[in-house]
């Protein structure tokens, strides 16, 4: 129960003890005094001006992680802080041994450690409904300073294995005006002094584990710090990634291959096929970079979503290719059709001289496939024939025929390419996963 005396002091609790000594807080709030002995102290004053540093514990019990950026290389972390240190200046008697409980008003009047978070870009202590802070004070002098802070700092990723990394984040703790000379901090029970709760989950990253460590930081211009460290290792999932990168691109490959089966003088065909392919791969690599940091170097994502591209890109150039040579072999054909009416080198010109153009069956050692399967299927040739028939038997060919080969074999490189480009993107894939996984 709370009594107000308008003149004297402020009793938090009225606790009259074997030896009727009272503990009271004063109107002012910048000295506790025992009442009846006159002993004074101030705020600023730590407990042990002169003496050894003042140890001071810390455990953290991590409420909660909840967001991590790649963007802006930074996690936002909400955890209760408590500390822990000994003022003899505020021990009082007690028959019970009980503590009393402060909240946050009294603890602007007396000295609290003044920790900060090193590399942290914004941070608040919650005030809904009241400010979250709690001071408990001990018979014996024993302080226990807990807060409920939201903080949000930096975290240094390396990406260039995303989306297959693994990363480590630290939230480090310090004191930010006194030295190891006056201030010893330290974890108040080794790595049991991190507690966590067992419900946090990100949707990005599977929580490895959380461990903390103590070091010194130095300062060129103030000396040396006591810093704690919290450390947190996170795995990235990759199945998000695996649906919304990986598959589409891999899928855009693979469609790109269809051309190797479409005729060659299907140009509505290919063409708008090897395009269409090229541009879904493009909006896929520019997505991905849309949500990343602008790193300087490349990131594993890039290297799958480029060599895919530049599969896709080959599949244009390989049609480009072959409708070069057709038309090469088209021009060709037709310049010889018109030197076939010449007579010229024919030993008999008298004899009747007839020309066929046409496919015909021959040996497959002979001629080259046209993108026929393999299947007993018929192995067409253009061949331009040149029959010279005898006169008195003008429909009986003669045993003896020459052949001149104009054509050159375009679907060898469709044919080619219905095995290289899959068997190159299956190795890729191979040392790719074997590599990053």
Same mark, same amino acid.
């Given at each position: 129960?709370?009594?107000? !005396? &308008?003149?004297?002091?402020?009793?938090?609790?009225?606790?009259?003890?074997?030896?009727?000594?009272?503990?009271?807080?004063?109107?002012?709030? =910048?000295?506790?005094?025992?009442?009846? !002995?006159?002993?004074?102290?101030?705020?600023?004053?730590?407990?042990?001006?002169? @003496?050894?540093?003042?140890?001071?514990?810390?455990?953290?019990?991590?409420?909660?992680?909840?967001?991590?950026?790649?963007?802006?290389?930074?996690?936002?972390?909400?955890?209760?802080?408590?500390?822990?240190?000994?003022? !003899?200046? *505020?021990?009082?008697?007690?028959?019970?041994?009980? =503590?009393?409980?402060?909240?946050?008003?009294?603890?602007?009047?007396?000295?609290?450690?003044?920790?900060?978070?090193?590399?942290?870009?914004?941070?608040?202590?919650?005030?809904?409904?009241?400010?979250?802070?709690?001071?408990?004070?001990?018979?014996?002098?024993?302080?226990?300073?807990?807060?409920?802070? #939201?903080?949000? +700092?930096?975290?240094?990723?390396?990406?260039?294995?995303?989306?297959?990394?693994?990363?480590?984040?630290?939230?480090?703790?310090?004191?930010?005006?006194?030295?190891?000379?006056?201030?010893?901090?330290?974890?108040?029970?080794?790595?049991?002094?991190?507690?966590?709760?067992?419900?946090?989950?990100?949707? $990005?990253?599977?929580?490895?584990?959380?461990?903390?460590? /103590?070091? *010194?930081?130095?300062?060129? =211009?103030? @000396?040396?710090?006591?810093?704690?460290?919290?450390?947190?290792?996170?795995?990235?999932?990759?199945?998000?990634? *695996?649906?919304? /990168?990986?598959?589409? &691109?891999?899928?855009?490959?693979?469609?790109?291959?269809?051309?190797?089966?479409?005729?060659?003088? &299907?140009?509505?065909?290919?063409?708008?096929?090897?395009? #269409?392919?090229?541009? #879904?791969?493009?909006?896929?690599?520019?997505?991905?970079? +849309?949500?990343?940091?602008?790193?300087?170097?490349?990131? +594993?994502?890039?290297?799958?979503?480029?060599?895919?591209?530049?599969?896709?890109?080959?599949?244009?150039?390989?049609? &480009?290719?072959?409708?070069?040579?057709?038309?090469?072999? !088209?021009?060709?054909?037709?310049?010889?059709?018109?030197?076939?009416?010449?007579?010229?080198?024919?030993?008999?010109?008298?004899?009747?001289?007839?020309?066929?153009?046409?496919?015909?069956?021959?040996?497959?050692? /002979?001629? @080259?496939?046209?993108?026929?399967?393999?299947?007993?299927?018929?192995?067409?040739?253009?061949?331009?024939?040149?029959?010279?028939?005898?006169? $008195? #038997?003008?429909?009986?060919?003669?045993?003896?025929?020459?052949?001149?080969?104009?054509?050159?074999?375009?679907?060898?490189?469709?044919?080619?390419?219905?095995?290289?480009?899959?068997?190159?993107?299956?190795?890729?894939?191979?040392?790719?996963?074997?590599?990053?996984?």
């Amino acid at each position: 129960m709370f009594t107000v !005396e &308008a003149e004297l002091c402020i009793l938090p609790r009225l606790q009259k003890l074997k030896d009727n000594v009272l503990i009271c807080v004063f109107r002012s709030f =910048s000295c506790l005094r025992e009442c009846g !002995e006159k002993q004074t102290w101030c705020k600023e004053e730590l407990t042990n001006l002169a @003496g050894p540093p003042i140890p001071v514990g810390v455990d953290v019990q991590v409420e909660s992680l909840d967001t991590i950026s790649e963007v802006d290389m930074d996690f936002t972390m909400t955890l209760y802080l408590r500390h822990y240190w000994k003022d !003899e200046r *505020l021990s009082f008697p007690s028959t019970n041994n009980q =503590s009393m409980t402060f909240d946050s008003r009294l603890v602007k009047k007396i000295w609290v450690p003044d920790m900060f978070f090193v590399h942290s870009k914004r941070s608040f202590i919650h005030d809904t409904t009241t400010d979250n802070v709690m001071l408990r004070v001990y018979p014996d002098g024993n302080v226990l300073y807990s807060l409920r802070v #939201t903080v949000t +700092a930096m975290c240094n990723m390396d990406l260039s294995r995303f989306p297959l990394d693994t990363q480590t984040c630290s939230l480090e703790i310090e004191s930010y005006a006194y030295t190891d000379d006056d201030l010893m901090l330290y974890w108040k029970k080794g790595n049991e002094s991190l507690n966590t709760d067992d419900r946090i989950s990100l949707s $990005q990253f599977l929580i490895q584990k959380f461990h903390t460590t /103590t070091k *010194l930081a130095f300062y060129s =211009s103030t @000396g040396w710090y006591n810093r704690l460290y919290i450390h947190f290792t996170l795995r990235r999932h990759i199945f998000f990634f *695996l649906l919304q /990168t990986y598959f589409p &691109a891999t899928l855009m490959v693979m469609l790109s291959w269809v051309s190797f089966w479409i005729d060659r003088r &299907a140009v509505p065909a290919r063409v708008p096929l090897g395009i #269409t392919t090229v541009l #879904t791969m493009s909006t896929i690599i520019t997505g991905v970079n +849309a949500s990343m940091p602008r790193v300087s170097y490349i990131k +594993a994502v890039d290297i799958y979503l480029w060599v895919s591209f530049v599969f896709v890109f080959l599949s244009v150039i390989e049609y &480009a290719a072959v409708n070069y040579l057709t038309t090469v072999q !088209e021009r060709r054909e037709r310049k010889l059709r018109e030197r076939l009416p010449c007579t010229c080198g024919i030993a008999n010109p008298d004899e009747d001289i007839m020309m066929t153009t046409g496919y015909s069956d021959m040996d497959q050692n /002979t001629i @080259g496939n046209y993108g026929m399967p393999e299947n007993g299927g018929r192995q067409e040739r253009m061949l331009a024939q040149f029959t010279i028939a005898d006169s $008195q #038997t003008p429909r009986q060919v003669k045993s003896s025929r020459g052949y001149v080969n104009i054509w050159i074999d375009t679907h060898a490189i469709d044919k080619y390419s219905r095995v290289i480009f899959p068997g190159a993107y299956t190795l890729f894939n191979i040392i790719y996963w074997s590599i990053y996984s």
